[in-house]
């Protein structure tokens, strides 16, 4: 009992370290805190939340989505876990994923006026996908420029 709380302390104090890093744009220097932190209490979804944003920061989009769905497993109640998870797949352009992401965040925080903001952006996107998707040829019925002219048509040229 005495080493669990001791770990959860220092977890904590390392916590302090790694968002001092953060903002510092020490990154990488974040990530290896925020590790550390989870070593000692992989229980608390604020550490995977917060090293699922740095990852973001470096464009590790994967490893972002990784920890925020860890996040998201410990306390499915904990709305920055959505949030991280969502920016990183908005990032990848995987729209519909984020868009269920931040459809959780709103509804878990709707007071929230980023979370509006991120989600009215996603609602926006999905529709133009929408769109593209409904005006797209198929693969099978697409024609080059030069295959659709007919040169036997075309009288002599005369100048």
Known sequence: ME?????VSRAEEIKV?????????KYG?????????????????????NRAFAHSKLEE?????QDASKAIEIDPKYSKGYYRRG?????????????KDFQQVKKLCPND???????????KAVMKLKFEEAIAVP??????????IDFHSIGTWTF
Not at 87 to 99: E, N, S, T, V
Request: net charge negative; proline share 1%; hydrophobic share 40%.
């Open 139 to 148: 693969e099978s019925q697409r024609r080059s420029v030069a295959e659709s």
């Open 29 to 49: 220097q974040a990530i290896d805190l925020y590790s550390q932190a989870i070593e000692l209490n992989g229980d608390n979804a604020v550490y995977w939340a």
């Open 87 to 99: 920016a990183a797949y908005l990032a990848m352009g995987k729209i519909r994923d984020a868009l």
């Open 61 to 65: 989009y994967g490893s972002a989505i």
């Open 17 to 25: 370290l790694a968002n001092e890093a953060f903002k510092a744009h």
């Open 3 to 7: 080493t669990e709380n001791s770990n």
């Open 113 to 123: 006026p980023d979370a509006s903001k991120k989600l009215k952006e996603c609602e």
